[in-house]
């Protein structure tokens, strides 16, 4: 996404920024928190989950320095479902609702920037909900592993790992140990998974 526009919020809106530097593993955003602003990354990566009635939580996407969150909420005042929380050391800019109004009156290309944002977590939303309907474990973890680098591990448990696929832990070390065998994704404890080919 648009990194350079984080350099370029007007200098009028300064006084309003608030610039957060988070521990990996903060939390940011409650599920049931009310969020009344726009979040811009500027570094690190944060998860946005969704929890579920029996406690679980599902993994939906991460967002990396560049995506913004909150911007669902300049256009509707519903009560935030999701959570987010910090996957790295994250820093950010936090501008009030009011004031990212006020400067999309002003610039359509933060206007442009927001929707493109809009857009990617609506189309990556239905995409997963059709993955989810269709095929196996392995699978879905092959789609989840390949949202990050080659040889990146992503540290990460497995009971973890099998609520984001929606599994369970059976399935998710028959399907971690596929990959294995097929040369294709390598498993550590201490370190996580990481797709290898």
């Excluded at 996404?1 to 350099?7: A, E, G, I, Y």
């Excluded at 300064?14 to 928190?33: R, V």
């Excluded at 993994?59 to 969150?69: I, T």
Aim: charged content about 30%.
């Amino acid at each position: 996404m648009n990194k350079k526009l984080l350099k370029k919020i007007p200098q009028k809106y300064e006084a309003y920024q608030n610039i957060q530097e988070l521990e990996k593993e903060q939390l940011i955003i409650e599920s049931d928190g009310l969020n009344k602003g726009v979040y811009f990354i500027v570094s690190g990566k944060v998860a946005v989950k969704k929890y579920l009635l029996n406690g679980d939580h599902v993994f939906l996407k991460e967002l990396v320095a560049g995506n913004c969150f909150g911007e669902m909420e300049l256009f509707s005042d519903r009560d935030g479902t999701y959570e987010i929380t910090t996957l790295t050391k994250a820093s950010l800019i936090y501008l009030p609702r009011e004031i990212v109004k006020i400067w999309m009156a002003e610039d359509f290309e933060i206007v442009a920037y927001l929707f493109e944002e809009l857009n990617d977590k609506l189309q990556y939303s239905s995409n997963y909900i059709i993955e989810q309907k269709q095929g196996t474990t392995y699978e879905h973890l092959i789609i989840f592993l390949e949202q990050y680098r080659v040889n990146e591990w992503i540290d990460i448990d497995k009971t973890s790992l099998a609520v984001t696929l929606n599994t369970s832990l059976r399935n998710l070390n028959r399907a971690i140990l596929k990959g294995k065998n097929e040369g294709k994704l390598e498993w550590q404890k201490g370190k996580g998974i990481r797709i290898i080919s």
